[in-house]
């Protein structure tokens, strides 16, 4: 069984930066395209950002395009979030998702995911 588990999150001032950790145990990390989302309450789940197998390719929201960076370490098992120029909006609990698939296309939507994280609050403050 895959399990993931962030970690990272915080109260940050708007304009800050935080960088969420994401470490995967129980399978071949390398063939996992990995996901970040995030859940504000009252509101569903949404994508933040995708991340191919090798890490070759990265695919964002056009929310967080140019603040956010996903990235990866094979070696370590491990997906990371960075977050730049945060704002307000950016508030949420934020899930690192996991998919074992050899297809190339990003995965955006929750179903697509097959393992998810516990999740970490991110609050932004104005």
């Known amino acids: 069984q895959v399990q993931l588990v962030e970690s990272g999150g915080g109260l940050v001032q708007a304009g800050g930066s935080l960088r969420l950790s994401c470490a995967t145990s129980g399978g071949i990390f390398s063939r996992y395209v990995m996901g970040w989302f995030r859940q504000a309450p009252g509101k569903e789940r949404e994508f933040v950002g995708t991340?191919?197998?090798?890490?070759?390719?990265?695919y964002y929201a056009d929310s967080v395009k140019g603040r956010f960076t996903v990235s990866r370490d094979n070696a370590k098992n491990t997906v990371y979030l960075q977050m730049n120029s945060l704002k307000p909006e950016d508030t949420a609990v934020y899930y690192c998702a996991a998919r074992n698939t050899i297809q190339s296309d990003p995965k955006l939507q929750p179903y697509e995911y097959d393992y998810w994280g516990q999740g970490t609050q991110v609050t932004v403050s104005s």
């Open positions: 991340i191919t197998r090798s890490g070759g390719n990265t």
